[in-house]
């Protein structure tokens, strides 16, 4: 049966969906397919390039979403887009310290980034679907979306360390206890078959490399919980939702490497992201009170937020070396 590509999924044509698809996948197939098929320490150059080359495809995108759907979803679109990338920072500084604490060396990192990286699209697509059908289905969703991103933001602007953390929370704990992890890597192999102590038959085994991608995949799902809302702040069209979403989320492997050795100069730019949070948050309100809010001005006050956070952190930490994190 012949698909029907004049059909529409979620108040938008096939076609699009279809285009952004294949968008996506020529990216995916190029940079985990082509680039980096080996485990390999990904120098800073290149990943300053793929991160540039990343940020330069959701730019035209977005220009074309402006020219084809119109400037408000366009802005709709920047605006997203901005948002979930200034998110992101905050997710390297979580994945750096799980790095860091479980000694994944850098040439085994990528392996974890490549499979969190294909569970996202994945982990997305179902959250802002249940996003969207909540939205649609129930009219007291979107203020309780701003009461939590009120409270999102209070929790990401104050200070705390999120490096002291890494392991500690309730899954690792039972994951250490249920699962036969290995004392050390095993290159860049998540299970091995290993001896049981004391000798007997061969048993499978966890290593620290599985650990670590259970681990990045958790911060995402939590991560996803904060930012999902707050771009339904912005727009609650499903498509630009999605799309400004994932493209924000697929250059986040490159930006981490690009990053992770001077992630500490960006510590201060969480106050930017609380802030970003809670006004998403007074947004919705603002909207259902006194009328939508033009999306020209979202998109200049997130930026102006994301410019002013980026150089009071750097005017902050000027004299704070940016020697390589753990790992």
Do not use: C
């Amino acid at each position: 049966m012949a698909l029907d590509l004049g059909g529409a999924f979620l108040d938008k044509p096939l076609w699009l969906w279809g285009l952004f698809g294949a968008v996506v996948l020529a990216l995916l197939v190029f940079d985990l397919g082509v680039l980096h098929r080996r485990s390999r320490e990904i120098p800073l150059r290149e990943s300053l390039l793929l991160s540039g080359a990343y940020v330069a495809v959701a730019a035209a995108f977005g220009a074309w979403t402006w020219w084809s759907l119109g400037p408000d979803a366009g802005a709709a679109f920047f605006s997203g887009y901005l948002l979930e990338k200034s998110l992101s920072l905050d997710n390297i500084f979580v994945i750096s310290a799980i790095f860091g604490a479980l000694a994944i060396p850098r040439e085994f990192q990528h392996r974890v980034l490549f499979w969190g990286i294909l569970s996202v699209l994945l982990l997305r697509a179902m959250l802002i679907g249940l996003g969207a059908a909540l939205v649609h289905a129930f009219a007291w969703v979107l203020p309780v979306f701003g009461a939590f991103l009120l409270y999102a933001g209070y929790r990401l602007a104050r200070p705390h360390s999120q490096a002291g953390d890494a392991l500690q929370n309730p899954l690792y704990g039972l994951l250490r206890r249920r699962l036969p992890v290995t004392a050390e890597l095993h290159g860049d192999r998540f299970v091995v078959r290993e001896v049981r102590p004391g000798g007997g038959s061969a048993r499978l085994a966890a290593t620290p490399l599985l650990l670590a991608l259970i681990l990045v995949e958790l911060s995402d799902v939590l991560f996803a919980i904060d930012s999902v809302p707050a771009i339904f702040a912005i727009t609650t069209d499903p498509y630009i939702v999605y799309t400004s979403n994932i493209f924000a989320v697929l250059g986040l492997r490159a930006l981490y490497f690009a990053l992770s050795d001077v992630i500490r100069r960006f510590e201060h730019l969480k106050t930017a992201m609380g802030l970003l949070l809670g006004l998403a948050g007074v947004k919705i309100f603002y909207n259902a009170l006194f009328g939508k809010i033009d999306p020209m001005v979202s998109l200049t006050v997130t930026l102006s937020v994301l410019i002013g956070g980026v150089a009071y952190s750097f005017w902050r930490t000027r004299r704070t070396p940016s020697g390589p994190t753990p790992g």
